[in-house]
């Protein structure tokens, strides 16, 4: 069942004085030709321009390469899913029958485009100085937290080059399955490395990113294990 926005602008903090503006930005494309497409359109460009002012304040020193690389790290539809999970999204967005029925409130694509119409509905519904609050509070920890270095390089990068300066040999990646329709696949993937005993498994909407993610998730256990 739906939850209502009320109860969601409850947990966002955010009061709408035009309520329909987040009503359709939780509406999918699947609901029919009313849908929050326009308003994630809008989203997307706010959210990459407040990360990348925050980023050209934070990184003095970085060049034009860095600072869209490093961008692009933190603004891509994994992080934004993430934060729409922290949001509990899911449980407030209107799904057509059929992504309703394949569990759509829990795909990463559809997560991540929602976060964006939100933004794009709180910009509407006030200024940009409010959704750059709202914005730079979801992203704070991972901002915060951002090594500069280690974010100009993804997970298979990185895995590659721990690897290869102990002399092990280079991961083992294996498309394990794929589900969904061809427009809405899911892949599985595993990467097994040297070290570790088990292989490690990736899920993701395209066959790179659930690579990377395996990856990602052989990094961590691999430094779980010299802990």
Not at 49 to 67: H, N, S, T, Y
Request: hydrophobic letters at 35%; charged letters at 30%; glycine letters at 8%.
């Amino acid at each position: 069942m739906i939850k209502s926005i009320p109860e969601l602008t409850r947990r966002l903090g955010y009061s709408f004085n035009e309520p329909a503006y987040c009503e359709l930005a939780l509406t999918h494309r699947s609901c029919g030709k009313s849908n929050n497409e326009r308003l994630e359109f809008l989203g997307d460009s706010i959210v990459n321009f407040v990360i990348a002012d925050d980023l050209f304040q934070r990184f003095p020193k970085a060049r034009e390469g860095q600072l869209s690389r490093l961008r692009a790290s933190m603004v891509k539809g994994e992080t934004l899913a993430e934060i729409a999970r922290e949001l509990k999204l899911g449980d407030y967005l209107r799904l057509g029958p059929g992504e309703l029925k394949s569990g759509g409130f829990r795909r990463d694509s559809i997560l991540a485009d929602a976060v964006e119409a939100l933004i794009g509905a709180i910009y509407l519904d006030s200024n940009l100085e409010v959704v750059r609050g709202f914005i730079l509070g979801w992203f704070e920890e991972r901002l915060t937290n951002l090594d500069i270095d280690e974010a100009l390089k993804d997970s298979k990068t990185r895995l590659q080059e721990y690897l290869q300066s102990r002399r092990f040999p280079l991961p083992d990646y294996e498309l394990v399955r794929v589900e969904g329709e061809a427009h809405a696949q899911t892949f599985y993937i595993t990467c097994r490395i040297q070290p570790l005993d088990q292989p490690t498994e990736g899920v993701g909407n395209s066959r790179r990113q659930a690579e990377q993610e395996a990856a990602k998730q052989a990094l961590l256990q691999v430094e779980e294990v010299k802990k």
